[in-house]
């Protein structure tokens, strides 16, 4: 019995896609997410294999995008994520950052240029916008471009960067004398570095980077024409948040079910735990949030086919799902007792790696401020 509800709300095309990506995670990603995340690593080569099902940019039209639906996309990163937040976060990153920030705001020479080989994983695209000092208010960015004849020069370091030190380009937003713009900064030019965070214990199996520049010198070409301001850095951060929404939701299922089977199966004065009825508490509300949750993800995911979705609607849903999936794995984790601290299990995997997700593309605090102002219609960031 399905539940969660999900199965019989989705188009053909939609379970179709939900079936692709599950097979191959179930063959590519869980055999070996374990050794990825312990030894923090995540394979260069997924670029190519995600590219191949047409995962990279897949909500995008032409240039080689798949120009799936808004719920296809948000399924694809649900079965993602069931693997691992990493291998989310790299196609999350790659296609709703990187590739969308060239899609919306590029020219078609940038376009034609970058977005073909990005969305078959042949080229690797990374978002620089956090800053050391600036990660909730990156309008106080201090990274500069500054003009010098035809050209740009920029200098600045951004941190927390996934897909950093494995990416052919960085979209990176500086500000400059008419406000915050995006430029395309190929890894080649000459002042620019890439260098892995570590001794990370959330996301492992995913590449993190710090980006410093160096007096890059840049050609006119190389910015974004139609970004200007902070609300284009942003328009893409809400693309992205869209798919955290459904990632959490995979990475919730699985420590569900994964409970759910040892509770079913784990004997303990002479009972499975899942006879008692402390753990069948804990197992209904688990499945209570993760149908609630799933299900807001699908009514926002219809709303934004139908183009009438709200970026409050997405702060309002990205706080929701990561706070409850984090929730559903810390109680997933207790049903294991000393067998959820092991990566024997996928449960503290999930755990640790939704501590990040639930800061990154935007901290519940700066969510829950956003949906207060909205309902209140006074601003409370200050």
Partial sequence: MDLVGLSALLSDEERLVRDTVRAYVEARILPNVAEWFEEGILPRELGVELGRLGLLGMHLSGYGCAGAGAVAYGVACMELEAGDSGVRSFAS??????????????????????????????????????????????????????????????????????????????????????????????????????KDIHRKLSLRASITSELALDDCRLPEDALLPGASGLAAPLSCLNEARYGIIWGAMGAARTCYETALEYAKTRVQFGRPIGAYQLTQEKLVNMLLELRKGTLLALTLG????????????VSLAKLNNVREALRIAREARTILGANGVTLEYPVIRHMNNLESVLTYEGTSEMHTLIVGKEITGIEAFA
């Fill in 93 to 194: 990153v790659q296609g709703s950052l990187a590739m969308y920030a060239i899609y919306r705001y590029g020219d078609e020479a940038q376009k034609q240029q970058w977005l073909p080989p990005m969305a078959r994983g042949e080229r690797i695209g990374c978002f620089g916008l956090t800053e050391p000092d600036f990660g909730s208010n990156p309008a106080g960015m201090r990274t500069y471009a500054k003009r010098d004849g035809d050209d740009w020069v920029l200098n600045g370091t951004k941190m927390w960067i996934t897909n950093g030190s494995v990416a052919d380009c960085a979209i990176v937003w500086a500000q400059t004398d008419g406000g915050i713009r995006g430029f395309i900064v190929p890894r080649t030019v000459k002042g620019f570095s890439a």
């Fill in 302 to 313: 219809r709303a934004k086919d139908e183009e009438r979705a709200h970026a409050v609607e």
